[in-house]
């Protein structure tokens, strides 16, 4: 036991509040802990192993991993302390040129990790927002540099937080497709990323028993309050009155499809915001092609994906953004082959 762990007894840190967990795979070597850490033995005995200030040694990470331990845990009060220090890690390690595609898209997962776990522990705030927004810039950033962006999809399944993964991965996407459309303005571009960012906020309000089964088997009552995630994200969102209606409808409206069968309102064509029938696609292919670990389900390759939004489910989506994603596709595909 380190000598932080012996001057604090479990009896005086039982007294805290509830404890939230993070993987300790979101630690860098040399990184300062930006609050105080603990181990958790047992239900309610926590024991500090890294006190706020202090610097992670991957050695010592390595040995609580080396005994099964692959989590520290952190106070409520000290959620947004980690959040900060995680976005700013990733915001600095983006504008880095030396770092590598992998590394990048590490430090963008864990920054999303963190930013939703905040959203989940402690409800949406202007400051957890602010938090989304820098995290999305930073993957705009990335998207502008000359990488091959879909391969990251590779990389992200593995997030720690369950929405995280897909959340980082729709907040790349949605901008590419719309590059690869045509548009341009920055201010559509941010929001892009953005909106593929939020878009499944509201799942963030949805138990966890009903988000870890497929639809497919899901009964009325529970794809009934699965599919509430929409207006509970919009309802996230309209407590912050933060006065972007685009980024509202993205929200609201990414499972909406052309031909009247998505939801919550089964609008067709024009009713649907340009951004969210984007974002709803992005969403979509991510689905088939990114593993999802609490499924155990094989994901689909691309083209796959491709040929099944195109032929198995009718034309719910708008021909101009689906054949964006195929040229997107391709060129990703071309890049492998030369
Ligand atoms: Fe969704």
Redesign the pocket.
């Known amino acids: 036991m380190s000598d932080d762990a012996k001057t604090e007894t479990s009896e005086e840190v039982s007294e805290q509040q509830k404890m939230v967990p993070i993987a300790i795979a979101e630690f860098l070597n040399g990184m300062v802990s930006p609050a105080d850490l603990y181990i958790r033995l047992g239900s309610a005995k926590d024991i500090l192993v890294f006190k706020s200030g202090a610097k992670f040694e991957q050695e010592r990470l390595n040995k609580f991993l080396d005994k099964n331990i692959t989590h520290l845990f952190v106070s409520y009060e000290d959620l947004k302390k980690i959040c900060d220090s995680a976005v700013s890690f990733a915001e600095a390690g983006i504008s880095q040129r030396f770092l590598d595609m992998t590394k990048k898209a590490f430090l963008l997962q864990n920054a999303t990790s963190s930013v939703y776990r905040s959203f989940e522990n402690l409800g949406i705030e202007l400051e957890t927002f602010g938090a989304a927004t820098k995290t999305a810039d930073a993957v705009l950033e990335m998207v502008n540099s000359d990488y091959d962006i879909l391969s990251m999809f590779e990389i992200l399944h593995s997030a720690d937080h369950h929405l995280a993964g897909h959340a980082v991965a729709a907040s790349i996407l949605a901008p590419v497709i719309g590059y690869e459309m045509g548009f341009q303005r920055p201010a559509t571009m941010k929001l892009l990323a953005l909106g593929g960012f939020m878009?499944?906020i509201g799942?963030s309000q949805v138990p966890p028993e009903i988000l870890d089964k497929p639809l497919a088997r899901m009964n009325s009552a529970e794809l009934k309050e699965y599919q509430q995630?929409?207006l509970r994200g919009a309802e996230m969102l309209k407590s912050l009155k933060l006065k972007s209606d685009d980024l509202m409808a993205i929200v609201f409206q990414?499972?909406e499809r052309n031909d009247g069968s998505g939801y919550p309102q089964r609008l067709r064509g024009q009713k649907i915001h340009p951004l969210a029938k984007i974002v709803g696609l992005a969403?979509e292919f991510l689905n088939m092609v990114m593993p999802n670990p609490r499924f155990n389900k094989k994901p689909y390759s691309h083209d796959e994906a491709l040929s099944m939004i195109s032929h198995g489910f009718g034309q719910p989506f708008e021909k101009d953004v689906y054949e964006a994603l195929c040229r997107v596709v391709g060129k990703k595909e071309n890049k492998k082959a030369s």
């Open positions: 878009h499944d799942k995630h929409c990414h499972h969403s």
